[in-house]
């Protein structure tokens, strides 16, 4: 299957800075992307989908001062957390989908952790 | 709007004994259903979509537009089926966004 890579799988940040996640589709060219945020042993909330050279769509409820999202070509898109506060700690992930195909691909996820 | 629920979120079996995992959605339109496995520390992986009809490692699901449900079905448990399972719907929103939405997600068990 298509593989998505997600960057950091990690980080660990103090209140007050900015972090910024990569998703990257490596062998295919992804139009959409979304954006999950995981809380523990709970559902992926769907907060964003981004569209490769447009705006992305933000569900309700998501700040999206907060969370910057950039799909600037078909195989990355960022998610930068802005002014981060230990409420945005959670395990976030990513996805990316081929039109020519339907499913959806995900990355490995990126815990961040804000002190 | 659109919704997937999945109404369990344990279900326990022994090993051998047949699997059922519930998933129902709300559409408007035609979705494109999905059921995804997370196995423990594993990254969400496709397990079967809908439309290809398709088993993968045993499991199938049906898409009973009637009942808008997509139930993941096993005959057969085995241990190495214990995982989290989340059902996934697909499709244009209304305001014309693509979405793709979970359930809730239920964590199977299979006990030796």
């Known amino acids: 299957g298509a593989v998505v890579s997600q960057h950091p799988s990690r980080v660990i940040c103090k209140s007050g800075t900015s972090v910024k996640i990569e998703c990257r589709s490596l062998?295919?060219?992804?139009?959409?992307m979304f954006w999950y945020r995981q809380f523990p042993k709970q559902s992926l909330m769907l907060m964003a989908t981004?569209?490769?050279?447009?705006?992305?769509?933000?569900e309700q409820g998501v700040e999206k001062d907060k969370f910057l999202i950039n799909h600037a070509s078909l195989t990355l898109s960022t998610l930068t957390v802005t002014s981060a506060h230990p409420e945005d700690s959670s395990f976030y992930i990513c996805?990316?989908?081929?039109?020519?195909?339907?499913?959806?691909?995900f990355g490995q996820g990126t815990r961040l952790t804000v002190v | 709007a659109q919704r997937v629920t999945q109404p369990e979120k344990l279900l326990s079996v022994f090993k051998g004994a047949p699997v059922e995992l519930k998933c129902n959605y709300s559409?408007?339109?035609?979705?494109?259903l999905f059921w995804y496995v997370q196995y423990s520390r594993q990254r969400l992986q496709l397990l079967l979509r809908h439309i290809s009809r398709e088993s993968i490692k045993g499991f199938t699901a049906d898409l009973n537009k009637g009942e808008t449900s997509f139930h993941l079905k096993k005959p057969f448990a085995q241990e190495e089926d214990s995982a989290m399972y989340y059902c996934a719907l697909s499709g244009h929103a209304t305001s014309g966004t693509y979405k793709y939405i979970f359930g809730t997600g239920t964590r199977l068990k299979v006990l030796a």
């Open positions: 981004s569209n490769e050279g447009s705006k992305a769509t933000y």
């Open positions: 996805s990316a989908r081929n039109p020519g195909v339907l499913e959806a691909f």
């Open positions: 062998d295919f060219q992804a139009t959409t």
């Open positions: 559409y408007s339109g035609s979705p494109e």
